[in-house]
Every structure is written in structure tokens, then in C-alpha cells.
């Protein structure tokens, strides 16, 4: 197994599948790569079935035992389903998407090796929940949920990014999951930097705050500094709530052990960078196993070691890697 030179063993990589995506979230990143959409049809330029099965048996080597498959919206991705089934079976095999694919294919995709899932939910209310996405499939998403939890992948997480338009809504998020078998809820603090737009940003503290009294149980995971939250019951039975909140969590950073693949088919170290992107050529194996050496070797922990305290409260980049033309 791989570590880079502060210790992080690599033990997992998320894969994009593809940048396209039927919806446009006002808060969208596309993992920390910007908004690069364009056509719907399938291009050229996203790798390939053989290629993103090249490069799990190359990652396979050096003891990678799981993969997340995101986008855009991976299920645009005709061939989903046969990628989840030529996966290592090694590997655990999870996806993120917006969820209005899985009435059709959940069970295909269980009978194809997948494991869990993640489901983007912002909002329960159909009116808010479209002025986010851009999209009017809220009846779609909610059909593929219950999909999801049918198929056997259970508990199926909701993804929420809390940030100004969505965090009025939080409550009834709480309440859903904790009323409903099969579902957990994941609230994921909203990152200005990748997306701009700092005046959306919520303070985090008040709703780990509020979720504290609201809870029967409280979990604390040493890794990345995070808390779940119980709801409605212990955790033999209530509703899980767990909060990502990575911006300025130092802990998070120095608890990464994942590695990142553009659509394109570039690894990266950091979801919040784009200078310490690396090509894997034509995507032989021997090309695949350089450049994942070279970009676990040079991981740097974004917060505390490439973002530094300001002194005001705020981060700057660390002065070593300005000039630094790789790191």
C-alpha cells in the first residue's frame, strides 16, 4: 500500500465518470474541477470502459480496496453497469449520483456488484429543491431513493450541502430520515473556494449545535474530526446524521486516504486543487502505476499544510508551494 510523505496511506480512489449531468446545482464543483459541461452526448475525451477498469486492476496492486464512482451524473454512463461488474472483487464498489436514473436500474446495478449509494437530496420542499438543482425531477429523485433502499443497497445516504439556500431546510431533512428505514443523511459543509461565492457559506458550528440537541446519540469519529448524530433513537435504531466539514478542519486533511480521477482520465491528489494534476498518457498499465506513485508521493494536506492560517482567521496558500511549479 502507498503513503504519501505525511503518513496517508491511499486505501481508496473516486473515480469521475463523466462531467456531464441532467442537472445544474447552483453549488456544484465537479470534484474541485469547476464547471466544465458541456454537450450531453457522450464524448470522446471521458476514459474509457477499458480504461477505468485499467486503471482499478493497477490500483488493485498496491492495495486500493475501494472506489467511488461519481460524476456529473455517472449513470449518463451507458456502461455503468458493466464497469461495477468488471470492478475488482476486492473492491468495494460505491456511487454518488442525483438519483433520477435509479428506478430503471437499482436492481441492475446491485446485480452488477454495486454496494451503497449516495443520493444528492437538497431539499424536501419540490419548489426549493428546483431553484437548487435547475432541475423539476424532485419526483423522480424521491422514486429513486425508495428504489435504492428496495434493491437491498441500505442504508442509502443523502447528500445535502448546507449552505444559504438549503440550510432552512436541514430540519426536515432530520425528521425524514429519521422516519424512514433504509436512509441517512449526510450534510456536507459548503466549500467557497471551489465554487465562489462566500456569502453562501453558513456558520457549520450552529448546526452541529442544533443536531447536538436534537440527538439521543452521539458518535465521535477520530477520523477527519467528524460526528453522527442519532435522531429518533440510538443508533440499533434511529436516523443517522453525519456532517462533512472539511473547511478549515485540519483533522479532515490529515485523515485522507483517497485519491482522485478526472473524466478525463488525470489523477489528483486533492479534491481542491487543479495544479497537482497528472496525466496518465495513454493509460497503460506501466503509465497508470507512475503517475499513481507520483501523485500519492506528492499529497500534501490541503488544510494545515498547503492552506495555512492567516493569522485573521482566515487561510493563505502556504508560501513553499507558490513558486512550486509541482508538489
Not at 59 to 80: A, C, Q, Y
Not at 300 to 313: A, F, I, L, R, T
Amino acid at each position: 500500500m502507498l503513503e504519501d510523505e505525511f503518513g496517508r496511506e491511499v486505501t481508496g480512489v473516486r473515480v469521475s465518470l463523466t462531467d456531464r449531468c441532467n442537472f445544474d446545482c447552483v453549488y456544484c464543483h465537479n470534484e474541485g474541477l469547476g464547471d466544465t459541461r458541456g454537450p450531453m452526448d457522450a464524448r470522446d475525451h471521458e476514459m474509457s470502459t477499458d480504461d477505468v477498469i485499467r486503471f482499478l486492476e493497477v490500483v488493485e496492486e498496491f492495495g486500493v480496496d475501494s472506489v467511488k464512482f461519481t460524476g456529473g451524473e455517472p449513470m449518463l454512463r451507458d456502461d455503468i453497469e458493466e464497469i461495477i461488474r468488471r470492478t475488482p472483487d476486492s473492491m468495494e464498489v460505491s456511487m454518488t449520483t442525483n438519483g433520477t436514473f435509479l428506478p430503471d436500474r437499482a436492481e441492475d446495478l446491485v446485480d452488477a456488484g454495486l454496494e451503497r449509494v449516495n443520493v444528492s437530496q437538497d431539499a424536501l420542499d419540490e419548489e426549493a429543491f428546483k431553484h437548487v438543482t435547475q432541475s423539476g425531477a424532485y419526483d423522480r429523485v424521491i422514486e429513486g431513493v425508495k428504489a435504492a433502499v428496495d434493491a437491498g443497497l441500505d442504508p442509502v445516504k443523502l447528500n445535502m450541502v448546507v449552505f444559504e439556500k438549503t440550510a432552512g431546510y436541514v430540519p426536515e431533512m432530520v425528521d425524514y430520515v429519521a422516519d424512514n428505514d433504509g436512509l441517512q443523511l449526510q450534510l456536507i459543509e459548503f466549500m467557497p473556494e471551489l465554487v465562489g461565492k462566500p456569502e453562501w457559506a453558513v456558520d457549520i458550528g450552529r448546526v452541529h449545535d442544533w443536531l447536538a440537541e436534537q440527538a439521543d446519540e452521539i458518535e465521535h469519529r477520530e477520523m477527519h474530526d467528524r460526528r453522527r448524530y442519532w435522531i429518533g433513537g440510538d443508533s440499533s435504531e434511529g436516523g443517522m446524521v453525519e456532517i462533512v466539514d472539511p473547511v478549515g478542519n485540519e483533522t479532515f486533511c490529515a485523515n485522507c486516504h483517497r485519491v482522485r480521477v478526472t473524466h478525463e482520465g488525470y489523477l489528483k491528489g486533492c479534491l481542491n486543487r487543479n495544479d497537482d494534476l497528472r496525466s496518465m498518457g495513454e493509460m497503460t498499465k506501466d503509465e497508470i502505476r507512475e503517475t499513481f506513485r507520483e501523485v500519492v508521493a506528492n499529497r500534501v494536506p490541503y488544510y494545515g499544510e498547503y492552506m495555512v492560517e492567516d493569522g485573521d482567521g482566515g487561510w493563505e496558500v502556504n508560501d513553499k508551494y507558490i513558486e512550486a511549479p509541482e508538489v
